[in-house]
């Protein structure tokens, strides 16, 4: 990927999170997914006032994918306040497996522009994954 479609969906991330409902945190992520076939889907945080309901951008933005037709993630990033690159909770990096392979780019950023891209593989080493046919 070129630097310019980077920053560009870093920059979308951006404006997507200011959408984000997370009253409780004040901790707002945004979350911009493109599949194999080119088409883009959203997602930001929403929480609840029972805290275990709260749910992850990124997670969010794969189930709305998911919904549309989406079987495979190509890029999916993530964009947070955070000091260093934001990096996705445990149970987001399963369900990104769920729907990844070995060429999906995970680009986490935060938001002065400072990102980092990595693998599934990167994020989740030794994973568990049945094979489904
Ligand atoms: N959160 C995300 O949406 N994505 C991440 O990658 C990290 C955490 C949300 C969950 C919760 O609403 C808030 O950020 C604070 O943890």
Avoid: W
């Amino acid at each position: 990927m070129e630097e310019k479609e980077i920053r560009a969906l870093i920059q979308k991330a951006m404006e997507v999170r200011k959408n984000a409902y997370a009253p409780y945190s004040k901790f707002l992520v945004g979350a911009v997914l493109i599949d194999e076939e080119g088409r883009e889907y959203r997602g930001v945080n929403v929480e609840n006032t029972s805290y275990g309901l709260s749910s992850c951008a990124e997670r969010n933005a794969i189930f709305s994918g998911v919904a549309k037709g989406m079987k495979k993630i190509a890029v999916l990033c993530v964009v947070g306040d955070t000091e260093d690159p934001i990096r996705p909770c445990g149970a987001c990096r399963q369900v990104i497996l769920e729907f990844a392979n070995e060429d999906t780019k995970i680009i986490l950023s935060n938001l002065h522009g400072k990102y980092e891209v990595f693998s599934i593989e990167d994020l989740l080493p030794n994973s568990f994954f049945v094979k489904i046919y």
